[in-house]
T-cell receptor
Framework: KAGVTQTPRYLIKTRGQQVTLSCSPISGHRSVSWYQQTPGQGLQFLFEYFSETQRNKGNFPGRFSGRQFSNSRSEMNVSTLELGDSALYLC???????????FGPGTRLTVT | GESVGLHLPTLSVQEGDNSIINCAYSNSASDYFIWYKQESGKGPQFIIDIRSNMDKRQGQRVTVLLNKTVKHLSLQIAATQPGDSAVYFCAEAGTYKYIFGTGTRLKVLA
C-alpha cells in the first residue's frame, strides 16, 4: 500500500505571495491532518479534514486554509505569505476510528 | 493552555546501552499517547502507542510507560543502535486533535 505523498517537496516563495500544497492520503484513509513544523515551535496542528469537512482547527490565522476532495486528497493554502511561514508542512492520514497517523515526507516551504 | 513537553532536548547514548526519553503532558483528559520517530528529511514515523487505561506497553525493543499521577510518559529503547538516531516526539491525542511535544534528539555514539 502506498504511503502518504506530498507535493511539492520543496518550495521557495516571496513575501506576499500565496501557496498551495497538496497531500494524497493512504488509500482508504478519509482523515487528513496538516501540521506546521518549525525548530522553535515543533509540530503545530493546523487542521483536520474528514469526508471533505473540516473537523478541527488549530490556532492559526485565517491566512491558512484547506480543503479536502471527494477522493480524500487534501490541499492547504497559505495566502499573503510572511517570513515566519517558512517551515516544514506535514500531512498525515489515518483510518476511521483509529488514532495511528501516517505522515508524509512534508513540503519544505521557504519564504524570502 | 494544553501542552506536551520534553525534559531533555538532546540525549547521547552509547551504542548497545538503553535509552530513556521522557515527556510531560498537561491534559489529563487525553486518552491516547503516541511516540514518533523522525529521521532527517522524513516525516514522523509511528513507534508505539498506549491508551490512558494502561501503564505499560512493550514493542520490539521499545517500551512506553505512562504515569497518570504525575502526567509523565517515557520511551525506553533497549540496546540502542545507530539507526535509532533521530528526533523523538511524544504526542497526546483526544478527539480529532493531537498535541506534540517539541522533540528530543537521540544521538547514538559508536
Amino acid at each position: 500500500k502506498a504511503g502518504v505523498t506530498q507535493t511539492p517537496r520543496y518550495l521557495i516563495k516571496t513575501r506576499g505571495q500565496q501557496v498551495t500544497l497538496s497531500c494524497s492520503p493512504i488509500s482508504g484513509h478519509r482523515s487528513v491532518s496538516w501540521y506546521q513544523q518549525t525548530p522553535g515551535q515543533g509540530l503545530q496542528f493546523l487542521f483536520e479534514y474528514f469526508s471533505e469537512t473540516q473537523r478541527n482547527k488549530g490556532n492559526f490565522p485565517g491566512r491558512f486554509s484547506g480543503r479536502q476532495f471527494s477522493n480524500s486528497r487534501s490541499e492547504m493554502n497559505v495566502s499573503t505569505l510572511e517570513l515566519g511561514d517558512s517551515a516544514l508542512y506535514l500531512c498525515a492520514s489515518r483510518g476511521q476510528g483509529i488514532y495511528e497517523q501516517y505522515f508524509g515526507p512534508g513540503t519544505r516551504l521557504t519564504v524570502t | 493552555g494544553e501542552s506536551v513537553g520534553l525534559h531533555l532536548p538532546t540525549l547521547s547514548v552509547q551504542e548497545g546501552d538503553n535509552s530513556i526519553i521522557n515527556c510531560a503532558y498537561s491534559n489529563s483528559a487525553s486518552d491516547y499517547f503516541i511516540w514518533y520517530k523522525q529521521e532527517s528529511g522524513k516525516g514522523p514515523q509511528f513507534i508505539i502507542d498506549i491508551r490512558s487505561n494502561m501503564d505499560k506497553r512493550q514493542g520490539q525493543r521499545v517500551t512506553v510507560l505512562l504515569n497518570k499521577t504525575v502526567k509523565h510518559l517515557s520511551l525506553q529503547i533497549a540496546a540502542t543502535q545507530p539507526g535509532d538516531s533521530a528526533v523523538y516526539f511524544c504526542a497526546e491525542a483526544g478527539t480529532y486533535k493531537y498535541i506534540f511535544g517539541t522533540g528530543t534528539r537521540l544521538k547514538v555514539l559508536a
